[in-house]
């Protein structure tokens, strides 16, 4: 299966700042896709990064706020922008690795404290 | 209500035990159902999937579906501590729906 490295892996930011976080995926895929993990709750997809067009939002996320480029098939980047302390949360990288099964490989996380 | 409810924990087990999982659903079009494992500080990682009703088995691990019931559950037999991790249910339908998640439960297996 695919190998995905995220960097940062965590970081401490202020309140109204940008942060990117950066995927790279060992192998050509078709859509990447960003997740959240907020504490105690579920992983909630953001969006779904195809390359050569817009990103797809899910509902309650916007591109302002959550801008992502997808420049080629093994790398994205997914910008936290305007940041408040309700955005620190786990962010996650992923793609599929069985198309028959939406089944996920994921990075590790980019964990995010915004005081 | 959510679709996918899942027990938070967390759950602590004495090693050698048997752990039982398990999420409910609402969407009965559901067909997909996965279960992740999540050592803290990584990623979540596939542990299995099953399509449809019926009972996967993978080592110590049993997965089990009950569309009737709209229940999943995930069976660790003779756990060691090394299983100890967040354990997150996530399902899909077959229509190209995105994956619908738990909240993940916390399981830590004492030595």
């Known amino acids: 299966s695919a190998v995905i490295s995220q960097k940062p892996s965590r970081d401490i930011c202020q309140r109204g700042t940008s942060l990117t976080i950066q995927c790279q995926v060992d192998s050509q895929v078709t859509m990447m896709f960003w997740y959240r993990q907020q504490p105690g709750q579920s992983l909630t997809l953001i969006a779904t990064a195809n390359q050569g067009s817009e990103a797809t939002y899910e509902s309650g996320f916007v591109i302002d706020k959550f801008p992502i480029s997808r420049p080629n098939l093994t790398f994205s980047t997914l910008t936290v922008s305007n940041m408040s302390p309700e955005d620190s949360s786990i962010y996650l990288c992923?793609?599929?690795?069985?198309?028959?099964?939406?089944?996920?490989?994921f990075g590790a996380g980019s964990r995010l404290t915004v005081l | 209500q959510k679709e996918v409810e899942q027990d938070p924990g967390p759950l602590s087990v004495p090693e050698g035990a048997i752990v039982s999982l398990n999420c409910t659903y609402s969407?009965?079009?559901?067909?997909?159902f996965m279960w992740y494992r999540q050592y803290s500080r990584k990623g979540p990682e596939l542990l299995m999937y099953?399509?449809?009703?019926g009972n996967k088995e993978d080592g110590r691990f049993t997965a089990q579906v009950d569309k009737s019931s709209k229940y999943i559950s995930l069976f660790i037999r003779d756990s060691q501590p090394s299983d100890s991790a967040t354990y997150l249910c996530?399902?899909?339908?077959?229509?190209?729906?995105?994956?619908?998640f738990g909240q993940g439960t916390e399981l830590s297996v004492k030595p």
């Open positions: 992923s793609v599929e690795v069985n198309s028959g099964a939406n089944v996920l490989t």
């Open positions: 099953t399509y449809s009703s």
């Open positions: 996530a399902m899909e339908d077959n229509q190209g729906g995105k994956l619908i």
């Open positions: 969407n009965s079009a559901f067909q997909y």
